[in-house]
């Protein structure tokens, strides 16, 4: 679940695995206070989150990474032919989701999580109606940016 996040955030490996590791350390740091007002999931969530938006504000800042170059992602599942597919389906689908805006693509990560509208809201601190309608505009834009291709 949290590589999941770190890949919509980062799409170098290497700072993908440093992503990965910040958030680890955030979430080990931060159990500590929890209080049990949301579901643990949703705490850890927002707290992978909040940890990636920091992350991609500190790469704005750095300018001289290579941003356009998807890396693969593992999968070791189904047979050559069907996993060669549903590789490229899913760096299809990560190129798309990266391309969003950064709210959206918080909140179409969190519904991919299974997260619901509400949950998405507490993580994001948005209201419910608002993560849906976000997440519909989003679902549109990935709809077309993927029948593009």
Same mark, same amino acid.
């Given at each position: 679940?949290?590589?999941?996040?770190?890949?919509?955030?980062?799409?170098?490996?290497? $700072?993908?695995? =440093?992503?990965?590791? =910040?958030? *680890?350390?955030?979430?080990?740091?931060?159990?500590?206070? *929890?209080?049990?007002?949301?579901?643990?999931?949703?705490?850890?969530?927002?707290?992978?989150?909040?940890?990636?938006?920091?992350?991609?504000?500190?790469?704005?800042?750095?300018?001289?990474?290579?941003?356009?170059?998807?890396?693969?992602?593992?999968?070791?599942?189904?047979?050559?032919?069907?996993?060669?597919?549903? %590789?490229?389906?899913?760096?299809?689908?990560?190129?798309?989701?990266?391309? %969003?805006?950064?709210?959206?693509?918080?909140?179409?990560?969190? *519904?991919?999580?299974? $997260?619901?509208?509400?949950?998405?809201?507490?993580?994001?601190?948005?209201?419910?109606?608002?993560?849906?309608?976000?997440?519909?505009?989003?679902?549109?834009?990935?709809?077309?940016? $993927?029948?593009?291709?």
């Amino acid at each position: 679940m949290l590589s999941r996040v770190a890949a919509s955030y980062e799409v170098n490996r290497e $700072l993908r695995k =440093e992503l990965l590791q =910040e958030i *680890f350390l955030a979430v080990w740091q931060a159990m500590a206070s *929890f209080k049990g007002q949301s579901s643990e999931k949703t705490y850890i969530l927002r707290i992978a989150h909040n940890r990636s938006v920091s992350h991609v504000a500190s790469q704005m800042r750095h300018k001289g990474r290579d941003d356009l170059c998807v890396q693969s992602i593992a999968d070791d599942g189904p047979g050559p032919e069907t996993g060669l597919l549903q %590789l490229t389906q899913q760096q299809a689908l990560l190129a798309a989701v990266q391309k %969003l805006p950064l709210q959206s693509r918080q909140v179409v990560t969190l *519904f991919m999580e299974g $997260l619901s509208y509400q949950d998405i809201a507490e993580v994001c601190g948005i209201s419910s109606a608002n993560a849906g309608m976000i997440l519909n505009r989003a679902r549109q834009t990935l709809c077309k940016e $993927l029948s593009h291709e």
